[in-house]
C-alpha cells in the first residue's frame, strides 16, 4: 500500500518512508562486508578493486591482517543491520535515542570513508583510489544522508 507521496504504508496506515536509499545503502555494506571477508580469509589488507596496500604498509598495520579485516567485515554487517532497523523503524534496542545515535555513528563512519573516496578519486590526497571510487564514495554519503533525514524527520512527525 502507498500514500499520495509514493511512501508505502504499514498495515495500521502509518506512512513509514521512503527506505530505496536504505535498500542501496544495506547492499553497499554488505558488499564491503563480503570484500573485507575474501581479504580477510588470504590474509591481506586493503579491498577487491581498490588500491594495493604495499608490503611495507601492511607490515606496519597495528593488527594481525586477518583480525583487522574480520573487524571490518562486521562493521559492514551491523551498519548494514542498522540501516535496516532505522528503515524498518526497528526501536527494540533501547527505542529511538539509541538507535537515532547507532545511525549517526554509521552516517559519520560514511562520511569519513566515503570522504576520503572522492576526494582522493577526483583530487588525489595519495591513498590511490581512481575517479570511479571516488563516485561510489559520493553515492554512498548521500544514500546515507537520505535514510538519516528520512528516519530523523519521521521522528518528528
Do not use: N
Not at 564491503?32 to 611495507?56: E, T
Not at 606496519?60 to 535496516?84: I, K, P, R, T
Not at 529511538?96 to 563512519?109: D, E, K, T, Y
Request: some cysteine; glycine content about 20%.
Amino acid at each position: 500500500m502507498a500514500d499520495g507521496a509514493g511512501r508505502s504504508t504499514g498495515g495500521a496506515g502509518r506512512a513509514t518512508g521512503r527506505r530505496w536509499p536504505a535498500y542501496g545503502l544495506v547492499v553497499m555494506f554488505l558488499a564491503y562486508a563480503v570484500g573485507k571477508g575474501v581479504f580477510a580469509a588470504q590474509h591481506r589488507l586493503g579491498f577487491p578493486g581498490g588500491p594495493p596496500v604495499s608490503d611495507a604498509e601492511a607490515a606496519g598495520y597495528f593488527l594481525d591482517a586477518s583480525v583487522g579485516q574480520w573487524m571490518a567485515c562486521g562493521s559492514g554487517v551491523l551498519g548494514a543491520l542498522v540501516v535496516l532497523a532505522a528503515a524498518y523503524r526497528w526501536e527494540v534496542w533501547g527505542g529511538r535515542v539509541v538507535l537515532g545515535g547507532a545511525l549517526s555513528l554509521v552516517v559519520l563512519a560514511v562520511l569519513g570513508g566515503g570522504g576520503i573516496m572522492a576526494l582522493d578519486g577526483f583530487v588525489g590526497i595519495g591513498v590511490g583510489w581512481q575517479w570511479y571510487h571516488g563516485v561510489v564514495g559520493v553515492v554512498v554519503i548521500l544514500l546515507s544522508l537520505l535514510v538519516a533525514r528520512e528516519f530523523f524527520s519521521a521522528q518528528r512527525r
